[in-house]
C-alpha cells in the first residue's frame, strides 16, 4: 500500500506561488486585527443591547423633584417588567391589577410610580395558587399584603422605596380583610374572624365581612388590637385626622373614636353603606356611600369594584354633621379616593378610565386611560384592568401629563440570558456566514 | 504576537511549508486547493502559535491544524461542486507507463473516498503515520483510524478491482 501511494509522488512538485509565505503572513496579522476589532465592536453592541433593551430606555429627565404625575396613559401588563421587591420603584401613585384570567392567568400586580412612567409589579402581592389582597399606603410608599382565601399568618410589608419586604406575623394565623390605613400612615384597620379552609373562592371573604372583628394593626409596633366595641367590620375607613373611624357594621354604618370609644351610629339610607377605605372627605365633611347587599348569603358586600359598573350605580354622600350642603347622588363608578374636598376619583371598569368627579353634578374630567393591549394571555386575550388603588394621600396634588415611554426596570435574569445567548448566537451566525461568503469560490 | 515569536513563527513556516504543502494536496490531490489550505492552517498556526509551541510537538500540531482545515473545507457546499481542472493532455496513442495509469487511477479512486476515510489512508499509507499518530491528526481514536482504514481499503477494492490484492494490503 505505501509502495502503491510511492509510486504517486514520482510527479515534480510545483513551486511556492511567489511571495506565498509573505502573503500568508499578511493574512495572518490582517485576521488577528479584524478578530480584536470584531471583538470589540461585539462588546460594544452587547453594552448597547444591555442599555437599550426595553426598561432601559433614557426618558427624558426627571420629573421635578416632588411632583406628581399622573400619565395620560396608564401602561399594563408586560412581563418585562421588573419587580418592585428587586428594583423598588419609589413612592406609588397607583396600584393595579392587569393581566387576564382567562386561562393561564397572566396578571401582573403593577405599581405606578409618582414619576408618572416607572412600573414595577409587586411580586408578594401575586401569591402562588390562592391569591393575595393588598393595601397601597396613602403616601404610596408601601404596600400591605395578607391572603385573599387562605389564613393569613404574617401581614406582607412591600417597601416600595427599598425593595424590603418586612414581615408582621399575626398572634395566630386567622382569616383577615385588610380595610384601610389611616392617613398619618401609622394604622391599618383590618376585620379578623377566626378561618382554617384553604379553598379557591370568596367563602373566606364573606365570613370575615359577616363575622369580622375590627382590628387596629399599628405599624411602628407590629402590635394589633381588636375593638371590641364593634361587634362586625365589613368594611372601615378613617377619618382625615387618623383618629376616627367610619365602619359597617353589616347593615348599619357607625362612626366611632381610634380606641373605640364614642361609637355614633349613622342614620344612611338603606341599602347605602360606606365606600370600603376612602370614604372620609378630606376636609371631614362627608363619607361616601355606595350601595350594599347580600348577595343571597349571610355577609353585607358592598357594591364597588365589578359591581360599581351598572348604569343606576350611585354614590350618595353623608354628612358627617358639618351643616354643609349635601350633594344630589351621583351617577360614577368605583370610587378610589378624594382629589379634593369637591371632587372624587372614579374608575370606570368599561372604559377602563380613571375621572375626576365633581361632587355639585359638574362634568366629570378624564384623567386617564389604562392601556388595553392584546399581549395577554401569552398574546391572546385582551389585558384587563382590575382592584385600582391609588395613594389618596397623593390624590390632591398629581398633575396629569402626556405619558412617556414605560420604564420597567432591569430585565428578568433569565431574559438577559437568553439575550446574550442569543446575541451572542447572532454574532457567531453572522461571523460564520462572513466566513462562508468570503472562501466561497468564485 | 511579539516580534521575536514572528521571527520564530516565520523561520519554522519557511522550513515546513513544503512538506505542509505536500500532506495538504495529498489530502485533497489539486496543488491550487493545497496552496489554499496550508495557507489558511497557517493563518490558523498564527493565531495560535504561543499555544502551538506550548503544545510540544509543533509538527503533529500543525499536520492536526492541516487535516482539520482540510475536513472543514470539505463540508462547505462549494467542495461538493466540480472544481475546474487544466484539461487533461491528449496524449493521443503514445503508450503510457503502467505506473503513470496506476496513479491515475488511484488518484481517482481517493477522490471517490469520503473526506475521513481519504484522510486516514493519506495519513497511514502516503506520509507513512502509524496508527497513533494518525489518530492524534485526526482527532480521533485508534480504534476508529482502524475501522476508517479498513473501510476504505475496502472501498479502493470495490474502486480497483483489477489491482492485484496484495498492493492493497495494508
Not at chain 1, 411580586?123 to 395558587?129: E, V
Not at chain 1, 415611554?405 to 428578568?412: D, S, W
Given at each position: 500500500m505505501t509502495d502503491l501511494f510511492a509510486a504517486l509522488d514520482r510527479a515534480p512538485e510545483p513551486p511556492l506561488p511567489p511571495g506565498f509565505i509573505e502573503q500568508t503572513l499578511r493574512l495572518a496579522r490582517r485576521g488577528r486585527l479584524r478578530r480584536r476589532i470584531t471583538a470589540a465592536m461585539m462588546a460594544i453592541l452587547l453594552g448597547a443591547l444591555g442599555f437599550l433593551l426595553p426598561g432601559q430606555l433614557a426618558t427624558g429627565g426627571l420629573a421635578p423633584a416632588g411632583s406628581v404625575i399622573l400619565p395620560d396613559r396608564v401602561a399594563g401588563y408586560n412581563i418585562l417588567t421588573a419587580s418592585a421587591e428587586e428594583s423598588p420603584p419609589g413612592a406609588a401613585l397607583l396600584l393595579f391589577a392587569s393581566g387576564n384570567w382567562e386561562q393561564f392567568t397572566t396578571v401582573q400586580d403593577l405599581v405606578l410610580a409618582t414619576d408618572g412612567f416607572t412600573y414595577r409589579h409587586v411580586?408578594?402581592?401575586?401569591?402562588?395558587?390562592f391569591g393575595r389582597g393588598g393595601l397601597l399606603s396613602p403616601d404610596g410608599k408601601a404596600v400591605l399584603i395578607a391572603e385573599d382565601m387562605r389564613p393569613t399568618a404574617a401581614f406582607l410589608h412591600v417597601d416600595?422605596?427599598?425593595?424590603r419586604v418586612r414581615e408582621i406575623p399575626l398572634p395566630i394565623p386567622t382569616g383577615v380583610i385588610l380595610h384601610a390605613w389611616s392617613p398619618d400612615g401609622r394604622f391599618v384597620a383590618y376585620a379578623q374572624a377566626p378561618w382554617s379552609g384553604m379553598e379557591r373562592s370568596n367563602a373566606m371573604e364573606l365570613e370575615v365581612r359577616a363575622k369580622g372583628k375590627l382590628t387596629i394593626l399599628d405599624l411602628t409596633s407590629g402590635q394589633s388590637r381588636v375593638i371590641p366595641q364593634v361587634a362586625v367590620a365589613s368594611a372601615a375607613a378613617f377619618a382625615p385626622g387618623s383618629d376616627r373611624l367610619a365602619v359597617q357594621v353589616g347593615a348599619e354604618t357607625t362612626v366611632i373614636d381610634l380606641?373605640?370609644?364614642?361609637p355614633r351610629k349613622l342614620d344612611v339610607p338603606a341599602p347605602y353603606g360606606i365606600v370600603p377605605g376612602v370614604a372620609w372627605s378630606p376636609d371631614g365633611h362627608f363619607i361616601a356611600l355606595i350601595p350594599w347587599h347580600t348577595n343571597g348569603t349571610n355577609a353585607w358586600q358592598p357594591k364597588?369594584?365589578?359591581?360599581?359598573?351598572?348604569?343606576d350605580y350611585k354614590v350618595v354622600l353623608f354628612d358627617t354633621g358639618s351643616g354643609t350642603a349635601v350633594p344630589k347622588p351621583l351617577a360614577m363608578q368605583d370610587i378610589l379616593g378624594w382629589r379634593s374636598p369637591e371632587s372624587l376619583v372614579s374608575f370606570d371598569f368599561e372604559s377602563s378610565t380613571l375621572s375626576e368627579v365633581p361632587i355639585d353634578g359638574g362634568t366629570p374630567t378624564l384623567l386617564t386611560t389604562f392601556e388595553a393591549r392584546h399581549n395577554c394571555e401569552y398574546g391572546t386575550q385582551v389585558c384587563l384592568i382590575e382592584s385600582v388603588q391609588a395613594a389618596t394621600g397623593l390624590l390632591g396634588s398629581f398633575a396629569v401629563q402626556p405619558a412617556r415611554?414605560?420604564?420597567?426596570?432591569?430585565?428578568?435574569l433569565w431574559l438577559e440570558l437568553i439575550g446574550a445567548a442569543a446575541a451572542i448566537g447572532l454574532g457567531g451566525l453572522g461571523v460564520w456566514l462572513l466566513r462562508f461568503v468570503r472562501r466561497a469560490p468564485s | 504576537m511579539r516580534v521575536d515569536e514572528e521571527r520564530d513563527y516565520v523561520q519554522y513556516v519557511q522550513g515546513r511549508v513544503l512538506t505542509l504543502r505536500r500532506t495538504a494536496f495529498r489530502l485533497c490531490g489539486d496543488w491550487h486547493q493545497a496552496h489554499d489550505l496550508v495557507q489558511a492552517a497557517l493563518i490558523l498556526l498564527y493565531r495560535h502559535w504561543r499555544k502551538a509551541c506550548a503544545a510540544g510537538a509543533l509538527d503533529a500540531y500543525v499536520r492536526k491544524i492541516v487535516v482539520n482545515v482540510y475536513l472543514e473545507d470539505q463540508r462547505r457546499w462549494w467542495s461538493r461542486k466540480v472544481r475546474p481542472r487544466a484539461a487533461m493532455p491528449d496524449v493521443g496513442d503514445v503508450p503510457v507507463e503502467s505506473s503513470a495509469v496506476e496513479a491515475l487511477d488511484l488518484r481517482w479512486a481517493l477522490d471517490q473516498l469520503s473526506p475521513g476515510q481519504r484522510a486516514v489512508v493519506v495519513l497511514r499509507?502516503?506520509?507513512?503515520?502509524?496508527v497513533a499518530r494518525t489518530a492524534a491528526a485526526l482527532g480521533v481514536s485508534p480504534g476508529t483510524v482502524k475501522s476508517q482504514t479498513a473501510q476504505a481499503i475496502a472501498r479502493l477494492r470495490q474502486l480497483l478491482p483489477n489491482y492485484v490484492s496484495e498492493k492493497l494490503e495494508a
Open positions: 411580586k408578594s402581592l401575586r401569591g402562588d395558587y416600595l422605596v427599598t425593595g380606641d373605640g370609644g364614642n364597588n369594584g365589578w359591581w360599581s359598573r351598572h348604569d415611554t414605560p420604564a420597567r426596570g432591569p430585565l428578568p | 499509507y502516503w506520509d507513512g503515520l502509524d
